[in-house]
């Protein structure tokens, strides 16, 4: 694969953003997820594609943040920054990122990456600095009306080859299912995802001592995020390591130094986009801890993203960055785990898959091109 050349000077032509598109999204069946997908433009109509997982209204699952949040900084700040940018390196981005919500800011940084990658022919793993061929995954368990029901989705995930489930436990719904799972899957690695639906009284305490008697791999966002002091007062009671929910580098590097965690819990979305994913990847790693990734968005194109991150040599973790099996694919190849493992594209240059723009163009609900 060969990059475009400037055959004057004979080196990679630095793309130029000529163009910025986004499409609100929402899945045509079934719980209708929705996302804002980031179309940016370069010379020679080589494209680059970001996503950002939203909702209607309130914080984003994922980090993506309220759909008119992030549709409002994308058209009004982020899109006409990147306007005639000369993208010498995907971190030239970062000024603009700062100009907008988390999910506005990932889904351009990551629009930004395979625009970059796709006018080098270089494959965004590599481009990051990843080092593995596959990526192994997890599967995760919300809340279920019967318990029974929670060893039967545990079987399924392990059936289909995942090595590792993560429970979404909430006050009252907590020890006892962890404990069915834990019963019927003594080898299985299993994370208990409180959803920061703890705090710090007898009580809740009680139950996070509970759960550490079950041999997890660890205890994710036990506590409101910021309160580091509470987490590091919690690793100090229980031997599980902790995954507080970090969402910057201020705060993952204030995490590591008051001890708070041994484990980061990567999203592309979170953190704001692949450069401030790899730089906390960077900073965990070096601390000793271990990493997982998540992915964004029902799209594909925020899994795809995330695959080429959890490459990395720090993600220590099986990482949850499939596509849920069974809806519409919009990337070719789907962003699908098969027998628990997800292959890292490294034949294609970008994100490694090709976008079904006639299909995200016919589902809009909402468009924007800048310039008009």
Known sequence: MEGDT??????????QIQGCDAFRVAMPRGRRPESVLVRLTGQDDVVGWG???VTARGPGG???????????????????ALIGLDLERPED??????????????????ACWDLWCRSRGEPLAHAL?????????GARITPEPLLETVVTRANQAVGAGHTRVTVDVRPGWDIEPVRLIRQAFPALAVVADAGH?????????????????????AIARP????????????????????APGIGDLDTLDAAISREAGRVLELGVAGMGGLTAA?????????????????GTGAFGIGQAAAVALASLPGVTLPSEVSDPAGGPAFVSPPVRSSGGVVGVPYTQPGLGHEIDEARIERLASRRLRIPA
């Open 278 to 294: 790899r730089a906390a990847h960077d900073l965990a790693y070096a601390a000793g801890w271990d990493v997982w990734c998540t």
């Open 129 to 137: 600095g990843g080092t593995r061929t596959s990526i192994v995954t």
């Open 51 to 53: 996503e950002a997982a």
């Open 197 to 217: 639906a703890y705090r710090e009284t007898p009580e809740h305490l009680a139950v996070m001592e509970a759960l550490d008697g079950y041999g997890l791999l």
């Open 93 to 110: 981005v970062s000024a603009a990122a700062e100009l907008g919500c988390a999910g506005a800011a990932s889904a351009i940084d990551m």
């Open 223 to 242: 506590f409101p995020g910021e309160d580091l002091a509470a987490h590091a007062r919690l690793q100090r009671l229980v031997g599980t390591a902790l």
């Open 62 to 80: 994922g980090g993506g943040g309220a759909a008119g949040d992030v549709w409002a900084d994308i058209e009004e700040r982020m899109g006409p």
């Open 6 to 15: 400037d055959e004057r000077e004979g080196r990679v032509r630095v793309p």
